[in-house]
Nanobody
Framework: QAQLVESGGGLVQAGGSLRLSCIASGLTFSEYTMAWFRQAPGNQREFVAAISRSGGSTHLTDSVKGRFTISRANARNTVYLQMNSLKPEDTAVYYC????????????????WGQGTQVTVSS
């Protein structure tokens, strides 16, 4: 079975930085498009970022462009989300997801999900 495990969340002041990691097991990592989604209480889960199988293409939602960077290390079965200049509105549970398909910002497209890691940004 495939498993995705996120880490790196925490409490940070506005303007600070965090790096989230997601380690995959039980799948051939380089065959999967990887993505990050987030969900705040009472809100729908929203797309944040995605990266292609080789790492050659990335996609970011408009609200995080210029602040967040997605990357992957296929040799380590890991995808990262570097979050800089954090804002209170970034507060959410962040989830990583994987699909054998190409990029989509639709959460139903993704076959495997991690358990989530909490990011809280104080003002």
């Amino acid at each position: 079975q495939a498993q995705l495990v996120e880490s790196g969340g925490g409490l940070v002041q506005a303007g600070g930085s965090l790096r989230l990691s997601c380690i995959a097991s039980g799948l051939t990592f380089s065959e999967y498009t990887m993505a990050w989604f987030r969900q705040a209480p009472g809100n729908q889960r929203e797309f944040v970022a995605a990266i292609s199988r080789s790492g050659g293409s990335t996609h970011l939602t408009d609200s995080v462009k210029g602040r967040f960077t997605i990357s992957r290390a296929n040799a380590r079965n890991t995808v990262y989300l570097q979050m800089n200049s954090l804002k209170p509105e970034d507060t959410a549970v962040y989830y990583c997801a994987a699909t054998v398909n190409s990029f989509s910002d639709y959460e139903g497209w993704y076959e495997f999900w991690g358990q989530g890691t909490q990011v809280t940004v104080s003002s």
